[in-house]
């Protein structure tokens, strides 16, 4: 006899306190929703089994799912990966500071398209425009969602129908999908590409130009780099030659100014050799808000925001007044919004070493001190490699094993597996952060199996 009766009533099993505990977190009603699929889930099972109900196993089953259900849901990690801006961790945290006066905005109603001096209805963009000019110079600006969406926005503006050239070498695809020939037809213009994946001349970009040509695209490598014979060309010499109607567009990437990463070539460089215009991305080195920032001529820059598209691909107020914020603070020197990435490279490598330093000396034998670099991350070369010391977990446990139980830490903790071992960089955390971690490796390493 099964006794299927004997499995409790939902509302009861809703009230018990380890099932009940997750109401705050996950909500009652998905609460409930979980709890009915997994009843249902051990009803079928129960009637091909033929068991009879075991409560235990049942009440398993669920929290099994609820944790689950708590580990989907967003939340703050700690990232000890080494990779300062990391696409898969949110990329660039947004200053503490920043957070709370933005707050004041977004929770309240803003002026976001009023003009305060007369009534009538303003410009998204604001003083922003002033802002992002004062920052990094160029004529005009605009923002947009992403700078996926910048470049999808300035291809379908200037070149839908008509030739774009770009460099074999510069075809990439960014991680999650993000590929150059895709936006470009997708955006109705047509790729027409020049040079070999190692070389690329002046010549061959102006050997491609034909009548129908209206952009040539120059775009930041990124993710990779080629060693050894390559050559890519001298973007000035290449500006020189242009005919004036072609158009240069640079897809900078990484928002890196002025001296963040010497190895980069920065916004302001590329500003001096005056492309028509010129895109990259808000949260990545730049360390603000999700976002695309379009600098460059005034004429094309006002026919990008007449474009239909732009309607689609505003930002929210959150973006306007984030950004705002952040170099408002940067432009004053405050130190309220420091750029991330500036501040860690410029950290001498004492104090690289005095971090790990703090977490190895819990236990010297099983946390090893790791001379190690550590990158930028999120769209920029490989090659901006820096030096830090990291921390190497010598455990009896697999690798995939530790690095799945510092995972499942609460908060979480996401580490990197480097020669077969488990690698925590406290590089990337915070003062508070390293003592969540140095907490979690003197429970860790006191465990009979580490
Ligand atoms: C990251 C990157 C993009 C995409 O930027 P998103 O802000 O993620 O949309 C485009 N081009 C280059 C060169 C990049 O590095």
């Not at 099964?2 to 939902?10: C, D, E, G, K, V």
């Not at 590329?270 to 895109?279: Q, R």
């Not at 695309?292 to 007044?321: F, W």
């Not at 170099?327 to 790990?356: C, F, M, T, Y």
Request: glycine share 6%.
């Amino acid at each position: 006899m099964r006794q299927l009766s004997q499995i409790p009533p939902i509302e009861k099993l809703l009230n018990l306190p380890e099932i009940a505990s997750y109401h705050t977190i996950l909500s009652r009603t998905i609460v409930a929703e979980i709890v009915k699929n997994q009843v249902n889930h051990y009803r079928n099972e129960l009637v091909q089994t033929h068991q009879s109900v075991d409560f235990e196993v049942l009440l398993q089953q669920i929290l099994v799912s609820l944790a689950y259900h708590n580990q989907i849901r967003i939340q703050p990690i700690i990232n000890a990966t080494g990779i300062v801006v990391h696409t898969n961790l949110g990329r660039s945290p947004l200053p503490k500071a920043i957070w709370q006066e933005v707050g004041d905005i977004v929770c309240n109603y803003s002026n976001l398209e009023l003009n305060l001096l007369n009534g009538k209805r303003g410009n998204r963009m604001g003083m922003l425009s002033q802002v992002l000019k004062a920052y990094f110079g160029g004529e005009a600006n605009i923002i947009v969602n992403n700078n996926a969406a910048a470049l999808h926005l300035i291809l379908k503006t200037f070149a839908q129908g008509k030739e774009v050239i770009v460099s074999r070498g510069e075809q990439i695809q960014i991680g999650g999908g993000f590929r150059i020939p895709d936006i470009l037809a997708d955006s109705g213009a047509i790729l027409r590409d020049v040079g070999t994946t190692n070389i690329t001349t002046i010549d061959d970009y102006l050997e491609a130009i034909n009548d129908n040509t209206a952009i040539v695209l120059i775009v930041h490598q990124s993710n990779y780099y080629i060693e050894g014979f390559s050559q890519q060309v001298d973007i000035k010499q290449l500006a020189a030659r242009l005919p004036e109607h072609i158009m240069l567009v640079v897809d900078q990437g990484s928002g890196n100014h002025l001296s963040a990463i010497p190895s980069e070539l920065s916004v302001n460089n590329y500003l001096k050799i005056g492309p028509d215009l010129i895109c990259f991305s808000g949260d990545k080195i730049l360390g603000g808000p999700q976002s695309g920032i379009i600098l460059g001529q005034k004429d094309k820059i006002e026919k990008l925001a007449k474009h239909p598209m732009m309607r689609v691909l505003r930002p929210g107020k959150e973006t306007y007044a984030i950004l705002e914020k952040i170099l408002i603070h940067r432009l004053n020197h405050d130190g309220k919004a420091d750029n991330p990435v500036e501040s860690l490279i410029n950290q001498p490598i004492a104090w690289h070493l005095a971090r790990a330093k703090q977490l190895a000396e819990i236990a010297p034998d099983k946390l090893l001190l790791n001379a190690t670099k550590f990158m930028i991350g999120g769209g920029s070369t490989p090659r901006a490699q820096f030096d830090t010391w990291a921390i190497s977990l010598n455990s009896r446990l697999s690798a995939n094993a530790l690095i799945e139980r510092l995972r499942k830490h609460n908060p979480p903790i996401i580490g990197v597996i480097q020669n077969d071992q488990v690698q925590l960089y406290p590089v990337t955390l915070s003062d508070e952060e390293l003592l969540i971690v140095k907490d979690c490796l003197i429970t860790l390493t006191a465990e009979t199996d580490f």
